[in-house]
């Protein structure tokens, strides 16, 4: 069952979690893009409350498979703190939709403990079209702005951390 996850209080998380130069990436899946560009904005509005608005790199892919490469590459070159994946794979008449998903989370949580950097999953992994409407601004809220609070919240939580 789909529930909703509490989205961080913008105005308690703000700009001082990042350093000067440090970005937050998102990658956006355009496979599926009047779904992804809802959780696109749904992020970006969140970090805009947070005064992090400046500090996102925004990076499209085709589909939702591109998405880890993307964000191995995006660590490897870039001052990202971390990185957000956004996408939406609906089921079809195989099971193509299960081998995808589940490489994209196994591999989206290498890429987190392998960096020490969070990674964030925004995939929405459906069952049908209205499923993912409902969680990209319908009746279960928006994932990218919950995406978008847990970054927040696991980018403080970081550096209560390293002050220890």
């Not at 789909?2 to 970005?23: F, H, M, Q, S, W």
């Not at 957000?84 to 890429?111: F, M, P, R």
Request: with cysteine; net charge positive; aromatic share 4%.
């Amino acid at each position: 069952m789909a529930g909703r996850l509490p989205v961080a209080d913008a105005t308690t998380l703000n700009a001082d979690i990042l350093r000067k130069r440090e970005k937050i990436g998102i990658i956006v899946s355009d496979w599926n893009s009047d779904i992804t560009l809802r959780l696109l904005k749904g992020c970006c509005t969140v970090f805009e409350k947070a005064g992090l608005l400046n500090h996102l790199v925004i990076v499209h892919v085709p589909g939702a498979f591109e998405i880890p490469i993307t964000i191995s590459r995006l660590l490897q070159r870039k001052k990202c703190s971390g990185v957000i994946a956004l996408g939406c794979v609906i089921k079809g008449e195989t099971k193509h939709d299960d081998y995808l998903n589940h490489s994209i989370a196994k591999t989206l949580l290498e890429l987190a403990v392998n960096y020490d950097k969070p990674v964030i999953n925004g995939v929405l992994t459906t069952n049908t079209k209205k499923q993912a409407d409902d969680r990209s601004g319908g009746k279960w809220g928006n994932k990218g702005e919950e995406c978008a609070g847990a970054m927040l919240r696991l980018l403080g939580t970081f550096k209560i951390i390293d002050t220890l």
